[in-house]
């Protein structure tokens, strides 16, 4: 019976990891370095060096459209949309943040922030008439840029971060969001949550078990499945192969973290997204030196693709994902 126990747990083991990567294809090659993706209209959508901004057609790879949004060298980490437009801000003072029509990809300034501290780490829409853009602060409180019901503002709040309490622009994911919360993840010295409640716009602090400490260190991407369960990645980028206390996953909607397969992972992490429809169990993440998959919650991973570069990711459909990073991007075509 014992020897029988075994097999089948071995057997499930490996059919939790069935999955294999039968393909990966480089759609744009480009000198360029790209941190935040969005799809839309079948076409993914980046941002990055040099005031790049453009899209690559998924059915038709030969399909593309890249322009310059300033005519000084802007580097952009960010990208957001609604229903009709695409944004995206820079980093470094003065921040621009440019509106750009999908259609006719005509784009515009909307919005300035001249602080000296401002350097924008994430952008992200909540819904057609909401969204938050995460940055830098010059006097140790939160600072986010708020778009509300077609005005652009500061959001007015009184939330202290800690000493060397800051975020990582490593792939526009440090915000997520669900119907009832907005979260956004803080690293450096201090790596906690601030929860947003989206009905009174009132903030809740929590710590977690993450590795924090020194600047380099703490969570670079987060996301949420729903308003409970969601997932946060990261490490120190100082020492890629580190895995301790890098990945950890909450069901309460933020107030809790548990640590997951610490010592048992990849390493630092910048990017993490959960398959639609899969509920939270399957996930992806990515950092500069690995690919990483986990078919349970988070709680198992297996390195899937040694390919490095890539810094940001997004699932395409259940069998594709896009991934940008350094100098190009490209589809990760996955077999169950």
């Known amino acids: 019976m014992k020897k029988i126990i075994t097999i089948l747990l071995l057997s499930l083991g490996c059919n939790a990891f069935s ?23 079948h076409k993914v959508w980046y941002s990055g060096t040099d005031s790049k901004f453009g899209f690559v057609d998924l059915k038709d790879y030969k399909k593309k459209k890249q322009l310059r949004l300033f005519e000084d060298k802007l580097e952009f980490r960010t990208l957001a949309q609604d229903k009709d437009s695409m944004y995206a801000a820079n980093i470094a003072s003065p921040a621009y943040f440019f509106k750009i029509d999908k259609k006719s990809l005509k784009s515009r300034i909307v919005f300035t922030d001249v602080s000296k501290a401002a350097f924008y780490d994430a952008f992200h829409f909540v819904d057609e008439k909401l969204a938050f853009a995460f940055s830098d602060t010059d006097d140790n409180r939160l600072k986010l840029t708020m778009y509300k019901n077609g005005e652009w503002s500061f959001f007015e709040n009184n939330i202290k971060l800690n000493q060397g309490e800051a975020a990582f622009a490593a792939s526009n994911t440090n915000i997520s969001s ?22 009174d716009e009132k903030f809740e602090i ?45 069901y309460d909607a933020g107030e809790t973290w548990q640590i997951q397969a610490s010592g ?30 986990s078919s349970d919650f988070g709680k198992t991973w297996k390195k899937i693709s040694d390919e490095k570069g890539f810094f940001v990711c997004q699932w395409i459909d259940g069998n594709h994902v896009v991934f940008a990073g350094k100098d190009r991007i490209a589809v990760m075509t996955l077999k169950f």
């Open 264 to 293: 048992q992972n990849a390493g630092y992490t910048t990017c993490v997204k959960i398959k639609p429809g899969s509920k939270g169990k399957e996930i992806i993440a990515v950092g500069d030196q690995h690919v990483s998959y």
């Open 19 to 41: 999955q294999q990567v039968e393909s990966i294809e480089t759609i744009l090659n480009d000198k360029i370095s790209i941190r935040a993706l969005e799809l839309y209209d």
């Open 178 to 199: 669900s119907k009832k919360y907005l979260w956004v993840a803080t690293g450096g010295k201090a790596s906690r949550i601030l929860r947003m409640n989206l009905k």
């Open 206 to 250: 929590f710590n977690t078990p993450f590795i924090q400490g020194e600047s380099s260190q703490g969570m670079y991407s987060i996301d949420f499945y729903d308003d409970r369960f969601g997932i946060a990645v990261g490490g120190d980028y100082t020492k890629q192969e580190a895995n301790i206390n890098n990945i950890a996953t909450t």
